[in-house]
């Protein structure tokens, strides 16, 4: 069973749109990882967050967690077909684990 | 070399047959992680190694699966008399750190391993 719920698990969209995707957890995160997946290609790292409220970005990516580290979110500007993928955010549950749980898996298609 | 490297990309097997997925971190990387990625869902855990060491093997869905580290480097992963419900993407991931994941230690993955059971 996953302990990380996404949404929406698949979401399509007209290239220059803005989109969201939602990673939340019933625990509280300690560390808050973000890849893209294509197939063939295995999981790119994007982003990692760690403290509550914290927020990163790269290009046109931007990624969040909540105050209470439970929930992130993953934020595209003006999304382009390289977009594509399927984004999948990870997390470790407690500090000093080597254990990585992932979420579902939001399928991404950007129509040019 | 470069990256993580997995063979074979697709392995397709027959039910109750025998099968070997390979994983070649990258060098010099302690931790090695094996995960199972059924379709449409996310990866799952499956054992962690710490060079040779087998730390965890808890995510191991049954004694079918085995894997080894003899030298610490190259990984196998073995799944004796397959199933159909053994069908999925077999990923690897390294990483450099030995044991503990720090607030910024990332993996790297390998393009994984499709099999399919008949």
């Known amino acids: 069973s996953q302990e990380l719920e996404q949404s929406p698990q698949s979401l399509i969209v007209q290239e220059g749109k803005n989109l969201t995707i939602n990673c939340t957890s019933s625990?509280?995160?300690?560390?808050l990882y973000w890849y893209k997946q294509k197939y063939g290609e295995g999981l790119i790292f994007l982003m990692m967050l760690q403290k509550g409220g914290e927020e990163k970005s790269h290009e046109k990516i931007t990624a969040k967690l909540d105050e209470k580290k439970q929930q992130s979110s993953l934020h595209i500007t003006a999304s382009q077909p390289s977009h594509a993928g399927i984004y999948l955010c990870?997390?470790?549950?407690?500090?000093?684990?080597?254990?990585?749980?992932f979420g579902t898996g939001t399928r991404l298609k950007v129509l040019a | 070399g470069a990256g993580v490297s997995q063979s074979p990309r697709y392995k397709v097997a027959k039910r109750g047959q025998d099968v070997a997925l390979r994983c070649d971190p990258i060098s010099g990387h302690v931790s090695l992680f094996w995960y199972q990625q059924a379709l449409g869902q996310g990866p799952e855990f499956l054992t962690y190694f710490q060079n040779e060491a087998q730390l965890d093997k808890s995510g191991l869905p049954s004694d079918r699966f085995f894997a080894e580290r003899p030298e610490g480097s190259v990984s196998t992963l073995k799944i004796q008399r397959t199933q159909q419900e053994d069908s999925a993407v077999y990923l690897c991931?390294?990483?450099?750190?030995?044991?503990?994941?720090?607030?910024?230690?990332?993996?790297?993955f390998g393009s994984g391993t499709q099999l399919s059971v008949l």
């Open positions: 625990k509280t995160l300690y560390g």
């Open positions: 991931a390294s990483s450099p750190r030995h044991g503990v994941l720090e607030a910024n230690e990332k993996l790297f």
């Open positions: 990870g997390a470790t549950t407690t500090s000093g684990t080597y254990k990585y749980i």
